[in-house]
């Protein structure tokens, strides 16, 4: 897909069709993304503790060293555990076997020299010290939830300076459609305000493209909201 709209259009459509998807609260940039970025979710799935005989990220390294072209590695489970579960390293793997984003349910840590990878990493935030003997993955490669949003290989995830979502494979193409239309209605009202136009009136291309998504009742991409 291209021209993807901004993940706050995708947010707005994502709750009028009653779909849980966004991931941001919690997770925020930890290193932006100067434009938008869109990759299908290849999903691992972390716990708090170690495992006997060590070895406990070997997957999570098996997996960043296979081919992750346009893919958006996305790290769940580990938002308990009293570490960094993601640095500059892991950054750099990913970006190196194709990756185009990384999404931590958990904190990352060396955030100033992340940015010099050029893979925007979304997470929940900052530990300085790392995860080793304090985590460990369990799955790769299966179906995830961060913060009540599930998350399924496959998925689409997209994220921009303002947040990131996740959007059904089975819908994302109906999901991205309307928020298109609301997108181009935001662009529309803000060009009326530039005009001199009453906020009141030039609203009106908003609630026109709401009112259209509620009546057409979302049929191709979801159930609406009652």
Same mark, same amino acid.
């Given at each position: ?5 901004? =993940?706050?259009?995708?947010? +707005? ?17 930890? =290193? ?9 979710? =290849? ?23 296979? +081919? ?6 996305? *790290? ?32 990352? &840590? ?29 799955? *790769?490669?299966?179906?995830? =939830?961060?913060?009540?949003? &599930? ?8 994220? +921009? ?33 530039? &005009? ?10 908003? &609630? *026109? ?18």
């Amino acid at each position: 897909m291209i021209e993807l709209p901004p =993940t706050t259009a995708l947010a +707005d459509v994502l709750r009028l069709c009653g779909v849980e998807g966004c991931l941001t609260p919690p997770l925020a940039a930890m =290193t932006p993304s100067p434009q938008r970025v869109c990759g299908r979710a =290849t999903t691992v799935q972390m716990q708090p503790g170690a495992v006997a005989g060590g070895g406990a990220f070997e997957e999570l390294y098996a997996l960043l060293s296979s +081919d992750l072209s346009g893919c958006a590695v996305v *790290v769940a489970g580990a938002a308990a555990v009293p570490g960094a579960v993601w640095g500059q390293i892991l950054s750099r793997a990913a970006a190196g076997s194709g990756a185009v984003a990384a999404v931590i349910d958990g904190a990352v &840590r060396d955030r100033v020299e992340l940015a010099t990878e050029g893979l925007p990493v979304y997470a929940q935030g900052e530990n300085t010290t790392g995860a080793v003997g304090l985590a460990h993955v369990e799955a *790769v490669g299966v179906e995830v =939830t961060i913060a009540g949003v &599930r998350v399924v290989p496959g998925d689409l995830i997209v994220l +921009d300076a303002a947040g990131t979502v996740c959007l059904p494979q089975e819908r994302a193409d109906g999901l991205v459609g309307a928020a298109r239309r609301l997108a181009a209605a935001e662009a529309d009202t803000l060009e009326e305000l530039a &005009r001199g136009r009453r906020l009141i009136d030039a609203y009106e291309h908003k &609630r *026109v493209v709401i009112a259209a998504l509620r009546a057409e009742q979302m049929s191709s991409i979801g159930s609406p909201v009652s």
